[in-house]
């Protein structure tokens, strides 16, 4: 009782190469039993990354500059992560879910080049160095095993499905029968069933150029030309800016309808908010939100305003570049907490419009008595 059994964490616990790594893929809650455990995070092939210039995301991201670079280097993965993610993040949120506002959708001008770029390989990846680390030698052998099991099939499935109309179209090459082909049944249904698949795809096609929505283009603006679309609900009215009942978001945070009030939403096509006609536009039962988003960004503009914030020769935040207008915000909110709160409020990033235009309702009665 009470004798040291030595050194036992020793025979337990071994350290060795990549083990951290290892730890870290467990941890993620990667399969060990399989050689999806050395899956690499979605990225973007260098055709995509050489376009994504330090003005682009200071487009996507607010205040990216000021990020540190580690953490910037890091921007990419999380933006190809959503992008690969989309489709599942669409079908389990709702369609109003604010990630779908923001401006990684919203703003971002190489989004129709990315949603079909994201690349996930397993251990090493075909378009850069990247490389997954941390992995145990049976995995990277049952990874082998796994592409041999693939080609094998492949290989099944091409004896199966392209060797006999090879071998068919060979004989018929080589056997003439008084000079002209025979042809056969078979021949005929294909002829009948390419013939049928163009007339589809010609029709569709022409079905669709009816059916878009056509477009229009704002005024030039130092933010530059982007064409916003108009949709047609069937009415009898003129074509509106925006999807047939579309909602008007709700319970965002000031900053997200900031950059749609006045950039609008480039991946959908529908023009800054401060341009959409309430009567036209915006369904009845969303016309309040619409007023209180459009008093609180008025107050927000107007406090900038008398800061002085603009450049000179710029009255509005609408003729700003994107992170122009971040730095006018971030001043311009502050001043407006300032007034709105004695004391700052904890987390004051997710305050809603409708929040701070209660606020501001009270503020302004109270210093009108």
């Not at 990225?43 to 910037?72: A, K």
């Not at 047939?244 to 900053?255: L, M, Q």
Request: with cysteine; net charge positive; charged share 20%.
């Amino acid at each position: 009782m009470g004798q040291s059994l030595g050194r036992l964490k020793d025979r337990y616990i071994h350290f060795g190469e990549g083990v951290d790594q290892l730890c870290g893929r467990m941890t993620a809650g990667l399969p060990f039993d399989s050689d999806r455990f050395g899956v690499l995070p979605p990225h973007f092939p260098s055709l995509i990354t050489s376009q994504m210039t330090v003005q682009y995301w200071d487009e996507v991201v607010s205040g990216f500059s000021n990020y540190p670079r580690g953490i910037q280097s890091a921007f990419p993965f999380l933006l190809a992560s959503i992008i690969f993610h989309e489709d599942y993040l669409r079908k389990n949120l709702c369609e109003n879910h604010p990630i779908f506002k923001s401006r990684a959708f919203s703003s971002n001008l190489l989004l129709h080049l990315q949603r079909d770029a994201p690349i996930l390989s397993i251990g090493t990846s075909p378009v850069c160095s990247l490389k997954a680390t941390g992995i145990p030698l049976h995995l990277a052998v049952a990874q082998q095993v796994r592409h041999l099991k693939e080609e094998v099939a492949n290989l099944r499935t091409s004896m199966e499905t392209t060797l006999p109309s090879t071998i068919v179209r060979e004989m018929r090459q080589h056997f003439v029968v008084n000079g002209v082909a025979p042809i056969s049944l078979h021949d005929l249904d294909s002829r009948i069933s390419e013939l049928e698949t163009r007339m589809t795809a010609r029709f569709s096609s022409a079905l669709l150029d009816i059916q878009i929505p056509r477009t229009t283009t704002e005024p030039t603006t130092t933010n530059g030309q982007h064409n916003w679309q108009t949709w047609s609900w069937n009415d009898g009215q003129i074509c509106h800016n925006v999807l047939k009942d579309w909602e008007f978001p709700a319970r965002a945070n000031a900053k997200l309808l900031w950059n749609l009030w006045f950039f609008g939403d480039k991946d959908v096509g529908i023009r800054p908010y401060r341009l959409l006609n309430k009567q036209y536009d915006i369904l009845p039962q969303h016309q309040m939100r619409y007023t209180r988003v459009r008093i609180v960004m008025e107050h927000l503009e107007q406090l900038a305003k008398e800061a002085q914030l603009f450049p000179s020769g710029l009255t509005s935040v609408s003729m700003l570049e994107i992170p122009a207008a971040d730095e006018v915000f971030d001043t311009s909110f502050a001043m407006m907490l300032s007034k709105l709160y004695t004391r700052a409020p904890k987390r004051a990033e997710d305050l809603s419009c409708g929040t701070l235009y209660n606020r501001l309702c009270q503020y302004r009665k109270k210093n009108t008595i």
